[in-house]
């Protein structure tokens, strides 16, 4: 009997040990493929192995859209995962999903983790950041937009450096035409994103009301002004030549650049590794061609990419496990890794100093410059980035409007006053949504 009973106390303390020693799981759903899963992969596992208490169960879910509507789903039927990677084009609508958010700001907070959003870039911690400066998200993956060089087709064209202006890049693909680069000279992938998006913080001209929208999802559209117009209207007259020649609305058209059939190509840097693989030409990166004659110009880039969001309804103890990782992923070694992996940006000045002093910007110039733009000037009301509702809808609008231009069956004017028209309607009907 006192055999029984002392094996039955060594059974239940084992259990008891076992319980105390298990890792609390945090799911992650995010959208990376390829070499940059692999990457998610080694985050996760790396973190797990720096502490027992934790374990990050990363899970693919498919493309950004696929990602955040799985993401939306599973919290309706009570089954979220506990971190979700968002695309930013998805910030607003996550913002207006009440109760199915944590904010970063507060998990921080309630967990006790040391947190100072003024360690982060401001360009980026701006468009996840409601109207108090509070971050909402994590920045994980930011990009932002540069333009992309065939060397060997300037040298061919008798061009000996990359055009800084907008005047300047229309004449190199003139050049570059009658060097033999016939179907084009100068493209952009992600047109709204190019042309109007970045185009506008660029120039430090705005886009909509409410500080592009981050103050507020009540925003009106005010980007058909005359740089924007102006712009347009120069595509249309350079796309008669093809010296400029339309790539589409997304990135379907940036094996363009990589082919060597446009030699100069406005894309995201996350394009850096897609270029390192399939370019058969030297290279290079070069900032955002601007309009000299216009005031402050260039202000600074706008990022894109995806962030971090917590879910809402999680254990006390699995916004511990959280807020950790969130500390672990900042911490300058693991974002100067991240950063020099995937082409994606360092999210804070520490993890860009540490790789400077690494060496790693000097042996690879071509991937400063997107830090370089994103950090030209302090951010403005123009420049801190936007946050529109629906904006995937709101892009094939104006993608739309573009295209008709471009075709000759609309003026810039006016296909940038219909654009502004009818994203204001998509807005509207948004807002009245989200005050709900």
């Known amino acids: ?63 950004y859209p696929d990602t955040m509507n ?81 060397e060997d087709a300037l040298k061919k064209a008798n061009l000996t450096a990359a055009p800084k202006t907008w005047p300047e890049a229309f004449e190199a693909a003139k050049k570059l035409k009658a060097a033999g680069y016939a179907t084009c000279g100068i493209s952009t ?42 712009h347009l209207e120069n595509l249309v007259e350079a796309q008669k030549d093809k010296t400029f020649d339309y790539s589409g609305r997304t990135n379907q058209g940036e094996g363009r650049f990589t082919s060597g059939e446009c030699p100069l190509f406005l894309t995201s840097s996350a394009f850096l590794g897609n270029v390192k693989a399939n370019a058969k030409f030297k290279y290079s990166v070069a900032p955002m061609p601007y309009y000299p004659d216009v005031q402050d110009a260039p202000q600074n880039s706008i990022i894109g990419g995806a962030s971090l969001w917590v879910m809402g309804g999680k254990s006390d103890e699995s916004y511990k496990g959280i ?33 400077k002093k690494q060496g790693f ?9 997107a830090v370089l733009e994103l950090t030209n000037k302090a951010p ?23 295209e008709q231009a471009l075709a000759g069956k609309k003026t810039a004017q006016a296909a940038m006053d219909d654009a502004v028209r009818r994203g204001d309607a998509i807005l509207k009907t948004f807002a009245r949504t989200a005050g709900r």
């Open 70 to 150: 799985a993401g939306i789903a599973a919290f309706r039927a009570g089954n979220a995962p506990d971190i979700l990677q968002v695309f930013e084009v998805g910030t607003a609508t996550m913002m207006a999903a009440k109760g199915a958010i944590k904010p970063v700001y507060q998990l921080m907070k309630d967990a006790g983790e040391p947190f100072d959003q003024k360690s982060y870039l401001p360009a980026v911690t701006g468009y996840y950041s409601n109207a108090k400066g509070e971050m909402l998200s994590f920045p994980f993956n930011s990009s932002t937009m540069v333009m992309w060089v065939n």
């Open 380 to 402: 403005t009301e123009n420049s801190r980035g936007l946050r529109l509702g629906n904006l995937a809808q709101i892009r094939d609008v104006w993608a739309e409007e573009i």
């Open 323 to 355: 807020a950790k990782f969130l500390t672990y992923l900042s911490k300058p070694e693991v974002q100067a890794w991240w950063a020099q992996e995937t082409g994606y940006l360092p999210i804070t000045p520490a993890a860009y100093e540490l790789s």
């Open 189 to 230: 992938a992600w047109t709204t994103w190019a042309n109007i998006e970045e185009l506008s913080a660029w120039h430090n001209v705005p886009l909509s009301t409410k500080a592009n929208g981050l103050d507020g999802f009540d925003t009106e559209l005010k980007f058909n002004n005359p740089v924007v117009v102006k």
């Open 361 to 369: 910007y000097a042996k690879d110039p071509n991937s400063e410059v």
């Open 1 to 63: 009997m006192k055999l029984s009973v002392l094996a039955s106390a060594v059974v239940l303390l084992a259990s008891v040990s076992t319980g105390a020693l298990a890792a609390t799981d945090i799911q992650w759903w995010h959208a990376m493929t390829g070499a940059n899963n692999d990457r998610i992969v080694k985050l996760a596992n790396d973190f797990n192995a720096s502490q027992s208490d934790y374990r990050i169960v990363p899970a693919y879910k498919g493309s």
